[in-house]
């Protein structure tokens, strides 16, 4: 089974930026989105790319802001993180599937999603 390794994460100050990575391992995936929970709160869709022509969605609460991209040696995605806020901060967990679905519903149905990373806290601080 592909396996899915987030890393980047971190404490920053409003305003600050981070750059999260996934990788994937023992498979090929097709894309990958971002997620995030923050205690209390549902899983909230963040960004999704497509590997093969690298199109992107964004989570309405993000955009402009994050930057998702990949470089798709071997698996990997990559979300910038600019202009960061308070309420950011969440655990943020890269996910794909086995069976390819478009980001349009991956984003918007983190349920339907059977591949996970173990997740990476970010915290913003005023």
């Known amino acids: 089974q592909v396996q899915l390794v987030e890393s980047g994460g971190g404490s920053v100050e409003s305003g600050g930026s981070l750059k999260l990575t996934c990788a994937a391992s023992?498979?090929?995936?097709?894309?990958m989105a971002w997620f995030r929970q923050a205690p209390g709160k549902e899983r909230e869709g963040v960004a999704c790319i497509h590997f093969d022509d690298r199109s992107t969605l964004y989570g309405e609460s993000v955009k402009g802001r994050f930057t998702i991209t990949t470089d798709n040696a071997p698996n990997t995605a990559y979300l910038q993180m600019d202009n960061l806020k308070e309420e950011d901060t969440a655990v943020y967990y890269c996910?794909?599937?086995?069976?390819?679905?478009?980001?349009?519903?991956?984003?918007?149905?983190?349920?339907?999603?059977?591949?996970w990373g173990q997740g990476t806290q970010v915290s913003v601080s005023s």
């Open positions: 996910a794909s599937n086995r069976v390819p679905i478009p980001c349009q519903v991956a984003i918007t149905s983190p349920m339907s999603l059977d591949l």
């Open positions: 023992g498979g090929r995936v097709i894309g």
